[in-house]
Structures are given as structure tokens and as C-alpha cells.
């Protein structure tokens, strides 16, 4: 269960769609929680997914998102992260594992769970194909998702 809303949320982060939704119709629990931990946050926008919430926005000239469950529990956040900062192992196995080409680089992003976790997931393309990865911070990776 925990790898099908893994899943779920790093579809977000990679990009599918979703719709908008203003402030207003965010519940207080959630927007308290955001400002709280986000206040230098700027150009906050949000979007509401069918189990969870995102807040996407800037700190620092990083464009960052914030994920909630509809209870107001704040589950982690993602950012672009590049791809050549990759935890050594975890680099030298995908490159090995993964050549360019075939395998096109789509995206490289660094989750953090609400309990200070950090995982990366790459995304790549082959073949009209999508493969990510997720890469663990000692290096190893494992296939997250292939569609």
C-alpha cells in the first residue's frame, strides 16, 4: 500500500494531471501546517489529487512540493535534484544498468517522508516507455515503477 501512494505521489512530482485548486478550498488544517513549516514559501499554488493535496512553490529559487493527506498529515516533500548528485553507488549502477541511449533521462527528484527520510527517484524513458527508479541513500536501487 505504502508503494502504490509512493507511486501516486511521485506521478505528481513527475507530472501527471490534476486540478487546480485555490487556497480556499484547501482546509485550514493544511494550510496551517503549510504556512508553519513553509513561511518564506512564495508563489504557493495547489492542487488536489484523489487521496492527497500538493502545494507546489519557491524557497530560495527552488521550486519545491509539499504533500498532505486530506486529514491534514503532512507526508514529505519533493525537488528537482540533479542527477550527477546521486549517492555514488546508486550513479555508477544506473549508468551501468541504464546506458544513454537507449534509456533517456526524464527527471531526477529528492523525496523527503514527514520523518526526514530521503530517497531519490529517476525517471527515464525508453521505447515509449516509463521506468523509474528509486535510489536509496546508501546507494542501492530498486525498479519503483514501469509502465
Do not use: H
Not at 47 to 58: C, R
Not at 105 to 130: H, R, T, W
Amino acid at each position: 500500500m505504502k508503494k502504490i501512494f509512493l507511486a501516486a505521489l511521485l506521478a505528481v512530482s513527475i507530472g501527471t494531471s490534476a486540478f487546480s485548486a485555490s487556497a480556499k478550498n484547501v482546509n485550514d488544517p493544511i494550510r496551517d501546517q503549510f504556512a508553519a513549516a513553509f513561511d518564506n514559501a512564495q508563489n504557493v499554488t495547489w492542487i488536489n489529487e484523489n487521496d492527497f493535496v500538493v502545494a507546489t512553490f519557491t524557497i530560495d529559487g527552488n521550486q519545491m512540493k509539499a504533500f498532505y493527506n486530506y486529514d491534514g498529515d503532512f507526508i514529505g516533500t519533493s525537488k528537482v535534484f540533479a542527477f550527477d548528485k546521486l549517492p555514488k553507488n546508486g550513479l555508477t549502477s544506473i549508468m551501468q544498468k541504464y546506458p544513454y541511449p537507449p534509456y533517456k533521462l526524464q527527471e531526477c527528484i529528492e523525496f523527503v517522508n514527514a520523518d526526514g527520510e530521503k530517497n531519490y527517484f529517476v525517471s527515464f524513458e525508453k521505447d515509449n516507455q516509463m521506468l523509474v527508479l528509486q535510489i536509496y541513500t546508501e546507494g542501492s536501487v530498486q525498479l519503483f515503477v514501469k509502465e
